[in-house]
C-alpha cells in the first residue's frame, strides 16, 4: 500500500466555530431498489446500522447509511474496508440490479463544530438551520458547489464535497466561521 | 447658526465625546450622533454641491432619503463614496470628505455650470452633443467623463469582508416603528416565528421623536416596554442596523445589516446581507415627508419639518436662532413648537392653506408664535445659507408681501409612505386624495407561491400617519400575516388613545401656484440631480407624457437616492403640465435595493481566494511546486506547462513535445471525467448515448466514441471502456462529467425511465496519469506488477492489478499518437503516484507536460478537440467522423437530426490539414476568404481555422480548419488574412500531420 | 426567487438548488419521423401567459427530475410531480382547475 492522502491533510480553522477537515473515509455511492428486503438486508448489514428513510442518516461510528435520493444511498465505512464492503455486496445482491461504486477518495469531509456551527452552515447553504436536527442529511450548495451536511452530534456538523472543491470548502467554511462573524440567533 | 444646545438630544450620550474630521478639520461630537448631526452641530450646514450646477447643499433630510449630505468616507481600504451622512453613526476617528467640488467646498470652479443653468435644461445632453460631429470624441465625451459620476472611485482593494446568511421565518417585519413593532408582536403572540429588522440604530421611528401619550404612558416608554417584551419571546428575532433592501417571488426578502459601519475596529465581517424566505412580510416601512417646491428650496438651511425637528429632539441641535416653518398640512406645526419650547425663535408659520391648520394651529398662537394662512415663501435668499424668506400669497404669482430675516427654514409638503418594500415584487399602489399620496392598495398585493398575496402594509407605510391608529394598524397588520399562515391571531391588549384632529392637508406642488418662470427655474424637485420643477414642465411641453420618459429626460429620480424626495412632486408637477389627474400619469417603477447597499455584501465571501470555486487534482501541489504554469480549464487549473529556468511558456512547451516524442512525458488526466453506466439494459443505453455501436464492445477493450444532442451537434468525445458485461466506464472532456452525467440522467429519468440502468459520476474517486512515449512501457515494467506488454495489452485495450505498490487501473489509449498509457488510481494515491513515475522515469529523461503539449500532440495527430473543431453547430460528419457513426443502428441520439437536409448536405464546411506555406503560423480563429463580397460588402468565406499551432515535431506551423468542399481539394493554396494586415497562404493538407499510418502508438 | 418542492426528496428548497429543463411532456420523435413531427418536437413549444408544465433537475439535491405545474404570469405553484409520467396527474388538474378554471394547455385541460 503506497502512502494515502486525503485532500488538505487535516488542516484546522478555529474561529466561531472550529472546521476541520477530517480526513479519508470509506463511502459507496449505492444504487438500487431500496425498498427490496435484499437490498436493505444487504447494506444494513454491512454498516450495522438502521435503513434510513427519505432524507434519513443514520451513522454510528464510522459506519453510517445516508439517503440520497429514492434509489440512491450513500453507505460509510472505514476508508481501508471500502473495497471488502463492494465485495460483500456483490456476494448479497447477487442477480439483482444494483450499482455500488467506491467514492470514497472522490470525497472531501470536513467537520464543523461548536456553538455557532450551524450559522457557519447557515452562512452558505439555503437551509432553516433552525429545524435542521440529527438523524436528517441535507444534500444543497454551500455557496457555489454541490454539499452535504448531517449533524454527528450536538451542535457538530459533518460536511461532504467533491474532493476537488476540497481547499474552496475550507476557504468558505473558513471565512464563515471568522471571529467576530457570530449571528446569534439560533439556540 | 446652527448649533449644539446644552440640553436635549435622546440618542446622544453627552459624557462620551468623539473626534472626527471633516474635510480635514478635527471635529468634536458624541456617541449616538450621526455625522449630519455632528456636522450641523459644528455650524457645518454646508456638506456638499450638487451634481449638474455645483450649487452649495446642506443636508435637507435626517434619513434613507437624504440627496445632499453624501460623503467620500474612511481612508485607503475603507474608502467609499457617496455615504450619506444621515445614516452614518458617528465613531471616534471617522473621516469624510465632501464630493463633487474643486478645490474646495466653499470656493468650486464648477460652480460656472450654475450661472449657466440657463442653457443647461433638461434633455441639454441630447440637444447639444451632436454637433459638429468630431466634437464628441474630442471635446464633449472627455469633459462629460471628467465631471460623471459623484464621489470618487475607491483606489485600493476593500479590506473588509462580507458575508450571507439564509434565514427563514414566518412573518418578517420590515421597520421598527410603532407599527412595526406592534405588529410583531401579535404575530409572535399568534405563534408565529418572527423576525424584525430596524435600518436604524434605535427603534420606535416617529414615536419617539413626537411623543404623546399611549394609554397611561408616554409614547417613547410604550416603545421601550414593546422591544422589552418582544426581546424576551423565544420566537422573536430582533435585528436593528439592518435595512429591508428587497421584496422579491416567493417571500424572499433581503436584509442588509451594517454590523461594523458604526465601530469599524471591531473584527468580523462589515455587511452581513441576510436572504431571508418569508411566510409574510409585513412592511411598517413608515413614511417620507415631502419638499415644497419654491424657489431657493435648496439653500442650506432649508429642511425638511420633522427633519429639523429629528436633529432638535435627537440630537439636541439647533438647525438655526430663527425658524420660518411653511408647509400645507398640521405635522409641521410640531415642528415650530418643538422649536419655540427649546427657546429659539419661529417668526412665522407659512401655512399654505387659505383654511389654515387645525386644533395644534391654535397651539402655536397660544406660544406666541404668528400664524399666516393662505401664505407662501416666494422666494429664499442666501447663497451658502439661508438669510431671508420673501412672502407671497399662495394663490398668487409671487408679488412679495414681506421679507423676513431667518437662518433656516421647515418645509412640508405633506407625507409619501415608503410603499418601495410593497411595489417590488408587484403590489400596486392606490392614490389616496384626502392626504394627496399613494399608498398600498390592499386588494392588489404582490402573491406568492401559492397565489395569495404575502405582503401587508402597516402604521404610515400604509398611508396611516396618526400614532395610535398606527399602532392599531400595526396589530391588524399582525393579525392579517398570521391568519394568511393559518394561524390563529392571538389578542393583543391595545392601549386606549385619542386620534389626533387634524385639519386636510391641502396639495401644494407648486409654491406660489402660479409662481413664473423665474421662480420655478430655482424650485427644486430633484436636489441630487438638479432637477427643477421648470424642466419637468419643459419635458412636457416636448412631448414626453409617460412618467418614465421623463425621468430619463430630465433625469428625475435617477440619482442615487433614487427619487425619495422627488418622484412623487416631480410626477404631479408632470400631471399638472399634462393636465390629468396623478393617479392617471402613475409612477415610475419601485426597485430593489431600497437605498444602495455595498457591492460586498452582495458578494457575501465569494471574493479574493473564494471568488469561485478551483479544482484542484490530487498531484496540485506537485505541479505548483514545479513550474506549472496554470490554465483555467472550467472551474478545473490545469498546467499550461512547466516553466523551468527562464524560459517562455512557448520554450516549455516545445520543450515538453519532444522530450515526450522522443523518450518520455506524464500529463495529469485525473481532470478527465469518468462515468460508470451499469446494468442489464447498460449496452442499450450506451447505443443511444453514443453514434457508434458500443454494445458490441468486448470487456477489457475500449473504444472511442462520439455523442451528439438530439440536434444532432457533436457535444462531447472520449474513449469508452467496457469494464465488464454489464458495466461501462465513459471518459469524458475536462469539465464535461457533471455536464454529461446530466445529460445521461435526464434521458435515464425523462424518456427511457424502465431500462435498468444506473450512472455514477467517479471522475474524482480517480487520480490519472498519461504515460507517454516510447519509453512509457519501460517504466512501467521497471514500477513492476500487472503485465503491460504488447502481447498481453494491445492498443485499446483495458487491464487492472497492481502497479507497483498501487491499485490501478491501466488503458492503452494514446491522445498524443506514441505509445502511450493511462494509469488510473484511486485519488488519495495520486500524489504517490505521480512521485513513483517520475522517479523511475528519470533514467528516460522523464518530462511532464501540460495542456498545451497535449494540444499540440493532438493536432499533430488530427484528433480533434471539443470546443475547438466543435462549438455547438458542428456535426461528427463536418469532421470526417462518418467511421465512429454506426450505421447499423436503428436509432441514436442525433441521429434523425442528422437526416435534415442542411445536415446532410455537401455544402457544409469540412474538416481539413491546413499547412502554410511559408512555415509560419495561422492566427487563431482566421477566415478563409473567397472571391466576392457579400449584400453587406463584406468579403465572401469559405472556411476557419479551428486549431493553429507552432509544431515542434514538425517544425512549422500547422492547423485545422473547416473549409467548404475540403476534403476534395488537397494541395490547393487558400487564403486566411490575419488582423495583423498580413495573409497567410497555406495547403489543404490531411489533418493528421504525424504518423498518419499510427505505427507509434501500435509498438 | 422562485421556492419550488422536489417531490422526489420532499425537499423545500430556493430555485438556486434546482435547474430549469424546459417543457414538459414532450414526445420524442425519433429516426423515420417525418420532417414536421421532428420539428415540432425539436423546436416548438408552447409560450403561455398563465398555466404552463415545465420539467425541473433538483441539481443541488438529489439530482432528480421531476415537473411543476406553475403560472408564468403570477409565478403560482399549483404543483411538482413526477417526471415518469405521460400527462399530469388528476390531482394536479384538479388543482389548477380550482385556480384557473377553464384552463387548457396543449392537449391537456
Same mark, same amino acid.
Given at each position: 500500500m503506497s502512502e494515502l492522502r486525503s485532500a488538505l491533510a487535516g488542516a484546522v480553522f478555529d474561529g466561531i466555530a472550529k472546521v476541520q477537515e477530517a480526513g479519508l473515509c470509506g463511502m459507496i455511492a449505492f444504487r438500487g431498489d431500496l425498498s427490496a428486503t435484499k437490498v436493505k438486508n444487504a447494506v444494513t448489514g454491512v454498516t450495522g446500522v438502521d435503513m434510513p428513510g427519505q432524507r434519513g442518516c443514520n451513522v454510528g461510528g464510522d459506519n453510517g447509511l445516508a439517503w440520497m435520493s429514492p434509489d440512491e444511498l450513500l453507505i460509510m465505512v472505514e476508508h481501508d474496508k471500502a473495497e471488502l464492503v463492494l465485495e460483500t455486496l456483490a456476494k448479497g445482491l447477487k442477480n439483482q440490479h444494483y450499482m455500488a461504486e467506491n467514492v470514497s477518495d472522490a470525497r472531501a469531509v470536513f467537520t464543523v463544530t461548536g456553538k455557532h456551527a450551524a450559522e457557519v452552515i447557515a452562512k452558505l447553504a439555503p437551509v432553516d438551520m433552525s429545524t435542521f436536527s440529527v438523524g436528517e442529511i441535507r444534500r444543497t450548495r454551500l455557496a457555489q458547489v454541490p454539499a452535504a451536511f448531517w449533524m454527528h452530534g450536538e451542535n457538530a456538523y459533518t460536511v461532504v464535497c467533491f474532493r476537488s472543491a476540497a481547499d474552496y470548502m475550507f476557504g468558505i467554511l473558513s471565512m464563515a466561521a471568522q471571529e467576530g462573524s457570530e449571528v446569534g440567533v439560533f439556540g | 447658526m446652527s448649533t449644539r444646545l446644552t440640553t436635549g438630544g435622546a440618542r446622544i450620550a453627552r459624557n462620551k465625546p468623539v473626534t472626527f474630521t471633516f474635510n480635514g478639520k478635527t471635529l468634536k461630537g458624541f456617541e449616538g450622533d450621526t455625522l449630519a448631526s455632528a456636522l450641523l452641530a459644528n455650524d457645518q450646514m454646508l456638506m456638499g454641491r450638487s451634481f449638474k450646477y455645483h450649487r452649495p447643499r446642506g443636508v435637507v433630510a435626517s434619513g434613507a432619503e437624504e440627496p445632499n449630505a453624501l460623503m467620500n468616507m474612511g481612508e485607503g481600504g475603507k474608502f467609499e463614496p457617496n455615504q450619506r451622512a444621515t445614516t452614518t453613526e458617528l465613531f471616534d476617528g471617522l473621516v469624510a470628505q465632501s464630493q463633487n467640488h474643486w478645490p474646495s467646498l466653499e470656493v468650486d470652479v464648477g460652480v460656472v455650470n450654475n450661472a449657466m443653468a440657463r442653457f443647461l435644461p433638461a434633455g441639454f445632453y441630447y440637444k447639444t452633443f451632436t454637433f459638429p460631429k468630431f466634437a464628441w470624441k474630442h471635446v464633449y465625451e472627455p469633459i462629460i467623463r471628467k465631471s460623471a459620476g459623484l464621489g470618487k472611485a475607491p483606489t485600493e482593494r476593500d479590506v473588509d469582508t462580507y458575508e450571507h446568511f439564509y434565514f427563514f421565518a414566518d412573518v418578517v417585519v420590515i421597520g421598527g416603528g410603532i407599527a412595526g413593532l406592534q405588529a410583531a408582536k401579535t404575530a409572535a403572540l399568534s405563534g408565529a416565528k418572527v423576525l424584525i429588522m430596524e435600518q436604524d440604530p434605535a427603534w420606535g421611528g416617529r414615536a419617539v421623536v413626537d411623543g404623546g401619550m399611549l394609554g397611561e404612558v408616554p409614547a417613547a416608554d410604550y416603545v421601550s416596554a414593546l422591544v422589552a417584551e418582544l426581546e424576551g419571546m423565544d420566537n422573536v428575532t430582533m435585528r436593528n442596523r439592518m435595512m429591508g433592501a428587497g421584496v422579491y417571488d416567493h417571500g424572499y426578502v433581503t436584509g442588509y445589516e %451594517?454590523? %461594523?459601519?458604526? $465601530? +469599524?475596529? !471591531? $473584527?468580523? +465581517?462589515r455587511h452581513r446581507l441576510w436572504r431571508i424566505r418569508a411566510g409574510q412580510i409585513i412592511t411598517a416601512t413608515g413614511a417620507i415627508e415631502r419638499p415644497l417646491s419654491f424657489a431657493g428650496n435648496d439653500v442650506p438651511g432649508v429642511m425638511l419639518a420633522a427633519a429639523l425637528r429629528d436633529y432638535l429632539v435627537m440630537y439636541g441641535v439647533s438647525v438655526g436662532d430663527r425658524v420660518v416653518v411653511v408647509t400645507n398640512n398640521d405635522d409641521a406645526y410640531r415642528t415650530a413648537i418643538a422649536v419655540k419650547k427649546a427657546g429659539l425663535d419661529v417668526p412665522v408659520i407659512l401655512d399654505a392653506r387659505a383654511e389654515g391648520g387645525g386644533a395644534i394651529a391654535g397651539e402655536a398662537r397660544a406660544l406666541g408664535i404668528r400664524v399666516e394662512n393662505g401664505k407662501a415663501i416666494a422666494k429664499v435668499t442666501g447663497g451658502k445659507r439661508v438669510k431671508s424668506v420673501k412672502i407671497c400669497a399662495q394663490a398668487g404669482e409671487g408679488g412679495v408681501l414681506e421679507e423676513i430675516e431667518c437662518d433656516a427654514v421647515a418645509m412640508s409638503g405633506g407625507f409619501s409612505p415608503v410603499v418601495h418594500l410593497w411595489s417590488h415584487c408587484g403590489g400596486k399602489l392606490t392614490w389616496d386624495e384626502e392626504h394627496a399620496m399613494f399608498r398600498p392598495d390592499a386588494e392588489r398585493p404582490p402573491k406568492g407561491a401559492n397565489g395569495e398575496g404575502f405582503v401587508v402594509p402597516a402604521g404610515a407605510a400604509n398611508g396611516v400617519l396618526d400614532m395610535g391608529v398606527g399602532l392599531a394598524d400595526g396589530d391588524h397588520a399582525g393579525r392579517l400575516a398570521v391568519e394568511a399562515l393559518g394561524l390563529k391571531a392571538a389578542d393583543a391588549n391595545l392601549p386606549a388613545f385619542d386620534q389626533a384632529v387634524e385639519a386636510p392637508l391641502a396639495e401644494v406642488w407648486m409654491m406660489p401656484q402660479g409662481a413664473g418662470p423665474k421662480l420655478r427655474a430655482k424650485a427644486w424637485l430633484d436636489y441630487q440631480n438638479d432637477v427643477k420643477v421648470s424642466d419637468v414642465q419643459l419635458a412636457a411641453q416636448e412631448g414626453y407624457e409617460s412618467v418614465e420618459h421623463t425621468k430619463r429626460y430630465t433625469t428625475l429620480g435617477m440619482a442615487t437616492d433614487q427619487g425619495k424626495l422627488s418622484n412623487i412632486n416631480g410626477l404631479a408637477v408632470l400631471s399638472h403640465a399634462l393636465d390629468k389627474p396623478i393617479p392617471a400619469t402613475g409612477t415610475t417603477t419601485f426597485r430593489p435595493p431600497y437605498t444602495p447597499i455595498s457591492m460586498g455584501s452582495i458578494a457575501g465571501e465569494a471574493r479574493g481566494d473564494v471568488f469561485q470555486p478551483l479544482r484542484r487534482t490530487p498531484m496540485h501541489d506537485w505541479h505548483e511546486a514545479n513550474g506549472a504554469h496554470w490554465e483555467p480549464v472550467g472551474h478545473w487549473r490545469r498546467a499550461y506547462c512547466y516553466l523551468q529556468g527562464e524560459e517562455t511558456p512557448h520554450e516549455a512547451v516545445s520543450r515538453e513535445i519532444l522530450a515526450t516524442r522522443k523518450s518520455l512525458g506524464l500529463l495529469d488526466a485525473s481532470t478527465l471525467g469518468k462515468l460508470i453506466v451499469k446494468g442489464p439494459d447498460a449496452g442499450k443505453f450506451m447505443d443511444m448515448m453514443?453514434?457508434? !455501436? !458500443?454494445?458490441s464492445l468486448k470487456p477489457g477493450k475500449c473504444r472511442y466514441g462520439l455523442m451528439c444532442s438530439e440536434n444532432g451537434f457533436l457535444s462531447d468525445d472520449g474513449v469508452v471502456v467496457r469494464l465488464e458485461d454489464e458495466s461501462f466506464l465513459c471518459h469524458t472532456t475536462t469539465g464535461g462529467a457533471e455536464r454529461i452525467h446530466a445529460h445521461m440522467e435526464e434521458w435515464l429519468q425523462t424518456e427511457w425511465w424502465d431500462w435498468e440502468v444506473y450512472v455514477t459520476n467517479v471522475t474524482e474517486q480517480w487520480a490519472q496519469v498519461g504515460v507517454v512515449g516510447p519509453n512509457s512501457r519501460k517504466v512501467l515494467e521497471k514500477l513492476g506488477g500487472v503485465d503491460v506488454s504488447k502481447e498481453t495489452l494491445a492498443f485499446m485495450e483495458y487491464t487492472q492489478g497492481k502497479l507497483g505498490a498501487f491499485d490501478a487501473r491501466i488503458f492503452r489509449i494514446s491522445f498524443a499518437g506514441e505509445l502511450s498509457y493511462e494509469i488510473a488510481v484511486p485519488a488519495s494515491q495520486g500524489a504517490a503516484l505521480w512521485d513513483a513515475l517520475y522517479e523511475a522515469g528519470e533514467e528516460f529523461g522523464v518530462t511532464p507536460y501540460g495542456t498545451e503539449a497535449m494540444h499540440v500532440m493532438r493536432a499533430e495527430k488530427g484528433f480533434i478537440m471539443i470546443g475547438d473543431e466543435t462549438d455547438g453547430t458542428i456535426i461528427p460528419q463536418d469532421l470526417g467522423l462518418n467511421w465512429a457513426i454506426s450505421k447499423k443502428k436503428e436509432d441514436f441520439l442525433g441521429k434523425r437530426a442528422q437526416k435534415r437536409a442542411f445536415m446532410d448536405n455537401p455544402e457544409r464546411w469540412q474538416l481539413v490539414g491546413l499547412e502554410t506555406t511559408d512555415g509560419s503560423v495561422i492566427p487563431d480563429g482566421a477566415y478563409c476568404v473567397a472571391e466576392g463580397d457579400n449584400a453587406n460588402g463584406q468579403r465572401n468565406v469559405q472556411g476557419r481555422v479551428t486549431s493553429t499551432y507552432y509544431s515542434p515535431t514538425l517544425g512549422k506551423g500547422i492547423a485545422m480548419g473547416l473549409l467548404h468542399d475540403g476534403p476534395n481539394r488537397m494541395g490547393e493554396v487558400v487564403s486566411f488574412p490575419g488582423t495583423d494586415g498580413k495573409s497567410y497562404e497555406a495547403k489543404v493538407v490531411s489533418p493528421v500531420f504525424y504518423d498518419p499510418d499510427g505505427e507509434k502508438q501500435n509498438v | 426567487m422562485l421556492i419550488l418542492e422536489c417531490p422526489y426528496c420532499g425537499v423545500t428548497g430556493e430555485e438556486t438548488e434546482f435547474h430549469g429543463g424546459g417543457e414538459a411532456h414532450i414526445k420524442r420523435f425519433g429516426p423515420g419521423s417525418s420532417d414536421a413531427d421532428f420539428e415540432t418536437y425539436l423546436f416548438m413549444r408552447e409560450n403561455p401567459k398563465g398555466v404552463h408544465f415545465e420539467r425541473w433537475r433538483h441539481v443541488n439535491g438529489c439530482g432528480k427530475w421531476f415537473h411543476a405545474a406553475r403560472c408564468t404570469m403570477t409565478l403560482e405553484v399549483f404543483g411538482t410531480y413526477s417526471a415518469q409520467t405521460f400527462e399530469p396527474p388528476k390531482e394536479i388538474k384538479d388543482a389548477i382547475s380550482a385556480k384557473r378554471p377553464g384552463w387548457s394547455w396543449r392537449e391537456f385541460s
Open positions: - | %451594517r454590523l %461594523r459601519d458604526h $465601530a +469599524p475596529e !471591531m $473584527a468580523g +465581517p453514443y453514434t457508434n !455501436m !458500443m454494445s | -
